[in-house]
């Protein structure tokens, strides 16, 4: 596994992380259920593969107490990032997801992340969305300030996007910034770079544009783009399409670390092996970020 600095935090960060919302199981959304044995299995693989953060949210049904209960006893291993402003609300079949940015809604999350993970700090909480005047006018910022200072959290960070993301980080209060980055999805690249240049340790989602065309579940949008940029003719051999994605991510020093979701331990061994081949040559990246550059255009 390879290491990097994930900004301010200083914290030395596996480049490869992973995201936990696959493991969110019944009555929630999407058409898989992934069940207590696999999330106990997938969980502590990624540990054993040297990943050193995990990603959860109070929005992903059972995510965070399966990390508590599982993971509890490895708990100085790992840093983990959970968020806040969750006011998901629970159907009979399905979870809907609301963002409610007030202070009740806040220490609610803090307070119930805390127990369903089975520990007694958040290494990184981050909002969840929101605007910048929101979060400002809200005095939620401030809060979570007070959080730090009682110790209850290490870092703050906000997981968002355009068009909101350049006004929060103009605030210049964030430890860490999550944001949706691939070759297939390279809009938030200046993002990115305003937030390296704000010091933020940036966590990358979307890195490995959940398995391009070798995913089980198919993003037609995601398939065209890489269909009519041809690239099927710069992966190298033997790697698998998903593999060469991700490690275009990670290619990037910029790109702290690349919470890759997976609930297959197949798939887990195989993101752990694109990790550690490292960056790929940078004029292989520059020919990627040309020919999908075209066709966005
Ligand atoms: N707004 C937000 O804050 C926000 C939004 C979205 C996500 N997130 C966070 O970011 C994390 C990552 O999100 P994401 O959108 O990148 O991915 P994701 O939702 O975690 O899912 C990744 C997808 O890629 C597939 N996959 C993984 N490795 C593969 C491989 N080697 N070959 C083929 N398919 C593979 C997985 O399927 P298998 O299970 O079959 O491997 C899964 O369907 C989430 O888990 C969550 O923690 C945050």
């Known amino acids: 596994m390879h290491f990097g600095t994930l900004g301010k935090t200083q ?3 596996s480049r490869l992380g992973f995201g936990s919302m ?3 199981g019944p009555r929630t959304w999407g058409v898989r259920v992934v069940d207590d044995a696999q999330a106990e299995r997938v969980l502590n693989a990624a540990l054993d593969a040297g990943i050193n953060l995990i990603d959860t949210a109070p929005d992903y049904g059972l995510s965070e107490e399966r990390i508590g209960r599982f993971l509890k006893h490895r708990r100085a291993q790992f840093l983990l990032a959970t968020k806040c402003g969750c006011d998901p609300l629970q159907h009979a079949d399905q979870l809907e997801i609301r963002h409610t940015w007030t202070a009740e809604v806040v220490r609610r999350n803090l307070e119930t992340s805390l127990q369903r993970l089975q520990t007694d700090v958040i290494d990184i909480l981050q909002f969840h969305g929101g605007s910048a005047e929101t979060l400002q006018q ?3 910022i401030e809060l979570l300030q007070t959080f730090r200072k009682q110790g209850s959290i290490r870092w703050l960070g906000i ?7 350049p006004r929060l980080l103009q605030l210049g209060v ?4 999550q944001v949706p980055w691939s070759c297939l999805q ?3 690249s200046d993002c990115i770079a305003q937030a390296v240049a704000k010091g933020c340790g940036v966590i990358v989602r979307g890195g490995m544009a959940q398995g391009g065309p070798d995913a089980q579940i198919q993003r037609p949008v995601l398939n065209d783009i890489w269909q009519r940029a041809q690239l099927d003719e710069l992966v190298p051999s033997g790697s698998s399409r998903a593999q060469f994605i991700l490690r275009c991510t990670l290619s990037h020093a910029s790109h702290h670390s690349v919470i890759a979701g997976t609930a297959s331990l197949e798939h887990l061994a195989e993101n752990v092996a694109a990790a550690a081949a490292g960056p ?4 292989l990246v520059e020919e990627v970020r040309r020919r999908v550059h075209a066709v966005l255009q």
């Open 186 to 188: 390279p809009q938030h």
């Open 138 to 140: 809200s005095g939620l």
């Open 11 to 13: 914290f030395r960060v």
């Open 22 to 24: 696959g493991l969110r």
């Open 174 to 177: 964030f430890d860490t910034v």
């Open 159 to 165: 997981s968002s996007a355009l068009p909101e993301l």
């Open 280 to 283: 790929l040559p940078a004029d």
